[in-house]
């Protein structure tokens, strides 16, 4: 029987997120708070994979307390438990000590139930790093498979698994010894329509939460703003480009014109 | 930690089909340009299994020094043994800052080097620079899908670390008269030892790649639904160009994800690039601003797009577009026809 756990994080939709103009600051309260969509597939692999064979799925998240909501979204996908590290600690942390706090929460989870496969989405869509899966798989010496978009086989017992992982032109077909832990793509699944007693159990579900003194040998000069290398020192809208020229007249008008701009460059259409 | 022990701006070398990857190329230019304002070498790091012969190319654009190594378990790129060969040259000669092409093998490859060292690292820059007196590297790079631009330093660690975008940087002309220094370094790796194993590699078939194309027709959300995204299609077709795509375009499945132009998708430098019914959120627009000739169309005069094109059409995609492709029709078999003439006048 398979433990995986699927690290996922609630993230502000940046589709929808306005920036204040006057200050250049983002309004964080004009997104809405979602599951972050790569780890939705994260989420929805690991389900799959304990439906083809037996299992756990766990989810865990590091977040303020609002955050349980989308650890409810992943029981809703069909994940079995909830963890939560949340914490005034783990505050401002970059993905150094991001990875770092999640490691200590999982060593904590695989004490109480080993653990067989780590799966994260590719990357956050508000960090845009893909750096946190990768580090957890360095602090817990497992190997770190990036862009998985297929999983072709898991056998526990002989302590293997295939995965097709993405590249620029192409795939590699790589096998890992057990445990691991893969990033995913989002062409690796179709997100499943959660089912009904999927979604009552959710609305009741209440997840584990630890606060940073729930965890083990944690080095609190590791955590949050402290445990964070990297500081963003200034933060800047992006300088508006001067603009182009509009091209005026009838649609007609228009359109001759743009056919001049374009047609100039003759080497492109010989 | 004793931060004057480290010196130098490296580059990692990323080796992709025999040769140098472009990135790193372009790299080599930006990190030359650092090492120049900080009197101090740029070096490569070249890992893989016959790639000697590869250090002369980061010479001719701009390498002092190469760290070379060279061995077969390095004939797949694989997390383990490539950490372990950085990690050791990175212990053996400290840098004061290592750069990395924001490619699959390079991120995969930073990451993990981030955490063993332990060192902060930038995902992502779009913009470098560094403080010539105290050797702060200033990486700059758009956050939150990319409504803002973030300044990131690494103040108490060293390396400091950034993954860079693809054709973001300028590569420097290349110059076959520059050599440069070759160090050759061994590592004891055995292969029973490593936990993965690569059993094989499979290369699709090109698909239009939309990084390598001269003219690309991208689409947004004005286009209303898949069916009038077709227009795109067309007008690309005509033109002989690819396809792009905003982001939510391709989030709302009318097209592939690897037609995405931004920055979660794919950074493009085209030498006509349209841009039709997008509203040009920066995000989109830091993956095309260095198109030759950009041309937006879009119905909203107010859309930010219109900052930054070249020219700009306020106007109705759906009688725009067709109206073009109909005259490009009509328009382009006449410069053929003319180049077709001078070629034979050149003949006769």
């Keep these: 029987m398979l433990h995986i756990v699927a690290c996922i994080k609630q993230v502000p939709d940046t589709k929808i997120i306005k920036m204040n103009p006057k200050t250049n600051t983002m309004d964080r309260a004009s997104a809405p708070a979602i599951l972050n969509p790569y780890d939705a597939h994260a989420v929805e692999e690991a389900v799959r994979l304990k439906k083809k064979y037996g299992g756990t799925v766990s989810v865990l998240t590091m977040g303020p307390p609002p955050a349980v909501k989308a650890i409810k979204k992943c029981i809703e996908l069909g994940a079995d438990e909830g963890y939560m590290i949340s914490d005034r600690a783990f505050a401002g942390a970059d993905t150094l000590a991001t990875s770092y706090a999640l490691t200590k929460a999982l060593e904590k989870i695989a004490k109480q139930r080993p653990i067989d496969l780590v799966i994260c989405g590719k990357m956050t869509i508000d960090g845009d790093t893909g750096q946190v899966g990768p580090g957890i798989a360095r602090r817990l010496h497992i190997p770190p498979l990036t862009g998985v978009k297929k999983v072709v086989e898991i056998n526990k017992e002989k302590g293997y698994a295939i995965v097709h992982r993405k590249l620029e032109d192409g795939y590699e077909v790589v096998r890992s010894t057990l445990p691991c832990l893969f990033t995913v793509e989002k062409d690796i699944n179709d997100i499943s329509f959660a089912p009904l007693p999927n979604m009552i159990k959710a609305a009741r579900y209440q997840p584990t939460i630890w606060t940073a003194d729930d965890l083990e040998d944690v080095d609190r000069k590791q955590l949050g703003l402290k445990g964070s290398p990297t500081i963003v020192s200034k933060v800047w809208a992006p300088p508006k480009p001067e603009g182009g020229e509009l091209l005026e007249g009838s649609t007609k008008e228009k359109v001759e014109q743009l056919l001049s701009l374009v047609l100039v460059k003759k080497e492109l259409f010989q | 930690m004793n931060f004057d022990d480290y010196r130098g701006i490296w580059v990692y070398l990323e080796v992709k089909d025999g040769n140098i990857a472009p990135v790193s190329l372009e790299l080599l230019g930006a990190g030359r340009q650092l090492a120049d304002k900080r009197k101090t070498e740029l070096a490569g790091v070249l890992i893989g299994s016959s790639v000697k012969q590869l250090a002369s190319t980061a010479f001719t654009y701009g390498a002092d020094v190469v760290y070379v190594y060279d061995n077969p378990i390095f004939v797949y790129y694989r997390t383990e043994p490539y950490m372990r060969a950085l990690l050791d040259c990175c212990e053996k000669h400290k840098p004061e800052v290592l ?172 030498k006509i690039y349209f841009a039709i019914g997008i509203s040009g959120a920066i995000q989109h627009v830091v993956g095309m601003q260095n198109s030759e000739l950009i041309i937006a169309i879009n119905k909203d005069p107010n859309a930010p797009i219109f900052q930054s094109c070249h020219y700009g059409i306020v106007g109705d995609a759906f009688e725009i577009v067709p109206l073009l492709i109909e005259r490009f029709k009509e328009e382009i078999p006449k410069v053929k026809a003319a180049a077709d003439v001078k070629e034979e006048i050149r003949h006769a």
């Design chain 2, 99 to 270: 750069l990395y092409g924001a490619t699959p093998t390079g991120k995969d490859l930073a990451s993990a080097i981030a955490t063993d060292l332990p060192t902060g690292l930038t995902a992502d820059t779009t913009i470098l620079d560094i403080e010539e007196d105290t050797g702060l590297l200033l990486a700059s790079r758009p956050a939150f899908g990319g409504n803002i631009m973030a300044t990131i330093l690494c103040k108490k660690y060293r390396p400091q670390m950034a993954t860079v975008r693809p054709k973001v940087m300028k590569a420097l002309p290349p110059d076959p008269s520059r050599t440069g220094k070759i160090v050759e370094e061994h590592i004891e790796l055995r292969e029973e030892d490593m936990r993965t194993k690569v059993l094989e590699i499979v290369r699709e078939a090109k698909k239009a790649r939309i990084d390598e194309a001269d003219i690309i027709v991208a689409g947004g959300k004005g286009m209303g639904s898949k069916e009038g995204f077709q227009l795109i299609h067309q007008l690309a077709e005509v033109l002989g160009g690819a396809v792009g795509a905003s982001r939510d375009v391709v989030e709302a499945g009318w097209i592939d994800h690897h037609h995405q132009v931004g920055q979660t998708g794919v950074t493009v430098t085209p």
